[in-house]
């Protein structure tokens, strides 16, 4: 009797995202003027709304969360995660390292689906082992923080204090990511024990496939169609 209002909460949270989701963190011409009139705090702020905006990135560590039981493996997941996005971030923008940002966020999107895949045993269904988790965490920070750096870079950031604009919006990134995954982790964890856990957590992992393909395809579409 728990899953009906579960599967219909979860059909309207759909319907409301996913139009958000193709929207993901774009880059504004209202950025480039908060930046150009602030100083490093400003890329602080631009990097946290990047992340809140993100949800790519976001729907992929939702779906790390919902792997893991406690505080110390969220907080050493996480962490590995951010080491990850912060290397590329920071070394690709810094370096001027250049990738189609259609083909960055298609790949972005397969970890979404891959997370979902994996949570819902997609693997041992298979009948094969699931890689490490921990590795592929790290090697999936490196590909986001990769999409990270060639958002920063579509934006006129001179030559002026050039590092330090770049470290600012990776702390904005992470502080960002911090203030999304507070309310996720504590939702997760409120919800944990309960009778309606089971379909709350096989129909956010459905859609977490479903949204995956979404933004894999869109991102394919855009890459060959110019936009």
Do not use: C
């Not at 774009?26 to 930046?35: A, C, N, P, R």
């Not at 490093?40 to 893991?68: C, E, P, R």
């Not at 949570?119 to 490196?142: C, D, H, I, Q, S």
């Not at 330090?164 to 203030?179: P, R």
């Amino acid at each position: 009797m728990y899953i009906k209002p579960v599967g219909a909460s979860f059909s309207l949270l759909v319907m409301l995202l996913f139009p958000m989701l193709l929207l993901a963190h774009d880059v504004s011409s209202g950025d480039q003027q908060i930046l150009d009139s602030g100083g490093l705090l400003s890329y602080i702020w631009v990097g946290a709304k990047h992340m809140l905006t993100g949800y790519d990135h976001l729907l992929f560590l939702v779906g790390v969360i919902f792997f893991l039981k406690g505080f110390r493996d969220i907080l050493k997941f996480i962490t590995v995660f951010t080491i990850g996005h912060s290397i590329t971030l920071l070394g690709g923008t810094y370096l001027g390292v250049q990738v189609n940002e259609h083909l960055i966020d298609a790949i972005i999107a397969l970890s979404v689906l891959y997370k979902g895949f994996e949570n819902l045993e997609g693997f041992k269904k298979l009948g094969t082992r699931a890689p490490n988790l921990l590795m592929m965490v790290f090697l999936f920070g490196l590909i986001h923080g990769l999409g990270l750096s060639t958002r920063l870079q579509t934006f006129d950031m001179g030559q002026d204090q050039f590092l330090l604009k770049i470290i600012s919006f990776n702390v904005g990134v992470e502080l960002g990511q911090i203030a999304a995954l507070i309310p996720i982790i504590l939702l997760i964890k409120a919800w944990k024990g309960k009778p309606s856990y089971e379909a709350f957590y096989k129909g956010s992992n459905v859609y977490l496939i479903i949204a995956g393909i979404g933004l894999f395809a869109y991102q394919v579409y855009g890459y060959f169609n110019g936009h």
